[in-house]
């Protein structure tokens, strides 16, 4: 297996406000790469600077050898597809919406769709399971449902890696399992990268198959789950008591809270 | 999926022919008294007559104005709603049209038009100038360390067409009467020109302008859903941004130039045209040009023949029937805007 996306020694920020400290990190390719860590400890920030949305200051990001910034904006866009956490919905309807998925592989002066096109758009909407909302618009359908378009909308893109930022952070948990489920079955059947912001610790542990703890704009602990995941990190990071347990099925982390008052009877 | 193609072509036909319909009418009716028969066969006659001359020098410059007006207006309605993704905004909204007035205001108060070789260029060259000054304005307070900052060039926009109109009050106290009248007469729009060159420069520029505009048809549906998600898409909004807001304040300060003040074709048409055609830019464009050129060429007809020989600001008509059309149209259809 080999890297798919490097950075080395990378600073970026959002001019003298918060910045990225020195981050290397090597994410393999087929993998899927989970980025945690507390409110303001800059993942959504080294998200939007591999994603090329936010200039680093210093240092070089490569995917698959080559430099990202020298490589022309359309051509980064056929290999990195982004999903966000929240979208302000557009008042189109979900296949238009997903159809925009092609516009890096539109021609200057194209005045339809190509057959291609819609040929990936209806794949892609089978994929992510819309086709019974494909004619409703984006703003009239719930948050899962949008959450299902823009994955569809980022698949249209025939990405090499996938970023999502916090994708399931509205979503209940019908919504949350089934919008990772998916993602996990994609990832088994083509060996697509995903690089993956979350915020539920419990999620993470259950979906990803690597970790990236970061804290402060620097990144703490690098690893697999069962490595990583026990209740020292978590204090650590997080300043919150909790315990770590296994997932009886699973077996994989899973992190228990404490509240203050049982705290106080033990 | 192949039908929204044909849908598309289907469209832009029917307001082909409706604009061909629109063009021939308004060449066969007017104030004279021609009857269609005698307006069509001046037309085609080779002889010089005083019909072939109310049609073709009076008649024909005006529609070509209204064409190459309403569709720049409402071309630069389409971008400018686009790249501030905001419903509201029109090509007067950001104060290209207040540099304009400004312009024409302060020519006829100094009276400068005495310029003895300028002629009848002095009020709409002076108009571009103005606007010309406000575009340039605009873009050095809005652009910061290579990036335009879309939402602050509407801000500053509002913010001089504050000040121009308030200058304008200034530069009306100040003038005279014979002045003000002028200068009032020119705010209200109209499309009576009679210098050939301004209206070739009109269409050229327009029709250019759509062209231009065009290859940034997709750059706008990426602008659709946010800068960020257009950056992901591909798109270098830095270029498209700037490329977008030059040809639209371009277009529409030499319209305002031209014409003066004509309101509504920009604010309503695109609407009108989203809920007929779509919202993809690369239909939207052309649908709007077109409808503009249709929507204006019809009410300068109406406006200047319904209390004949008298006539009317193009801008009533524009207004009155635009809005209350427009009303009717969102109270039968169920998407929003």
Redesign the interface.
Known sequence: MSILLELRNVFSGYGHQFRLENISLSVMEHRITGIIGPNGSGKTTLLKTI???LKPEKGTISLDGTNIWSMN??????K???I?QY??T???PVF??VM??R??Y?K??????SDTD?EKTEMNIKIAGIDTIRDK?L?SISLGEVQMAQFAKALN?EPVLLLMDEPTSHLDIKHQVGMLDLVRKYNFKTGLTIIIVLHDLNLASEYCDELIIMKNGIIRYTGMPSEIMNYRTIEEIYETVVIVERNPLSQKPYVFLISEEQMKKN | MKRRAYRSVFIISILLFVLAAVVLLSLCIGSSGLTLSQSINAMFSSKDSIERSIVMDIRLPRILLGFAVGGALSLAGVILQGLFRNPLVEPYTIGISGGAALGVAFCITFRLQAIQYLGSFILPLSGFLGSLLVIILLYITAVRSNSLNIQKVLLVGVMFSFISSSLMLLIMSLSKTESLERIIFWMMGSLDQNNWGLIRAAIILSVFSLIAGYFFSIDLNALSLGEEQAVHLGIDIERSKRYLFIISSIITGFCVSVAGVIGFVGLMLPHFMRLVAGRDNRILLITSFLGGSCFLILSDTIARTIIAPQELPVGVITGLFGGILFIYLLSIRKAGI
């Open positions: 994603s090329r949305f904006i359309k051509t980064f866009s056929r990195v597809a982004v966000n979208m302000e557009a008042c189109i238009d919406y925009m998925g516009i890096p539109h200057g002066f194209q005045l339809f769709n819609i618009f703003d893109q």
